[in-house]
């Protein structure tokens, strides 16, 4: 089975600084690794995924994430935050079907922006 | 194209009365699925379907049935409604990109529901 951590709960960062929110997985085959957001009352919208293609995956808004295997994390990074990233974001990890049988979710990071 | 689309939006119901969620997607994907969404527990799956005429149990099925009507609506029923099922429910459906080997899913606006 697979499992997905993410470390915190929270994280507040000042607008216009670097914003990391963690994510450690467990999977017992190769799986792909989404990252999701949702804002406030609203649906989810896919940032990126990794499929095995590159370990430095690129998705919208000016974010990125690193697989490493070694260290089985994904952590998701952007370089300078803007007060539109206040979301809550989900890392999330297929199952051995590639997600036809759906997708596990961490239990999501709340990203505070400070002005 | 819509997507993938939800009704209602907003229901109350009380304890012990059922109802249906509704779900349907313009997409032509094949799968989809239901998920729940709890507070501080992320989306937990509670069933989804491979294709047209198939249903599977997720991680929280219990209290809940599914019907694959078409390839387009999946809905969820709730035949006697707990205060435990107080969740907003998110339905989605994917599309295989086989370049990949991953199924990308596409997640509709959701449904606010509360059971008192």
């Known amino acids: 089975a697979q499992s997905v951590t993410q470390l915190d709960s929270h994280v507040s960062v000042s607008e216009g600084t670097p914003v990391l929110l963690r994510c450690n997985y467990s999977s017992s085959y190769s799986p792909s690794l989404f990252w999701y957001v949702q804002h406030p009352n609203k649906g989810l919208q896919l940032l990126l995924k990794y499929t095995s293609a590159a370990t430095l995956v690129k998705g919208i808004n000016g974010f990125e994430a690193e697989f490493k295997k070694s260290e089985t994390s994904f952590h998701l990074t952007k370089p300078s935050a803007h007060m539109s990233d206040a979301a809550e974001y989900f890392c999330?990890?297929?199952?051995?079907?590639?997600?036809?049988?759906?997708?596990?979710f961490g239990k999501g990071t709340h990203l505070i922006i400070q002005p | 194209n819509a997507g993938v689309t939800q009704t209602p939006k907003f229901q109350v119901l009380k304890t012990g009365q059922s109802m249906t969620l509704q779900c349907a997607q313009d997409?032509?994907?094949?799968?989809m699925y239901w998920y729940r969404q709890d507070p501080g527990m992320g989306l937990r799956l509670i069933y989804y379907?491979?294709?047209?005429?198939?249903?599977d149990k997720g991680e929280v099925p219990n209290g809940y049935n599914v019907s694959r009507l078409n390839k387009r609506e999946f809905s969820l029923r709730l035949e006697s409604a707990a205060p435990s099922q107080t969740s907003v429910y998110f339905c989605?459906?994917?599309?295989?990109?086989?370049?990949?080997?991953?199924?990308?899913?596409?997640f509709g606006p959701g449904t606010r529901l509360t059971v008192t």
């Open positions: 379907s491979a294709s047209e005429g198939t249903t």
């Open positions: 989605a459906s994917s599309v295989f990109w086989e370049g990949q080997g991953i199924y990308e899913q596409y």
């Open positions: 997409m032509n994907h094949n799968s």
């Open positions: 999330v990890v297929s199952g051995r079907r590639g997600g036809a049988d759906g997708l596990t």
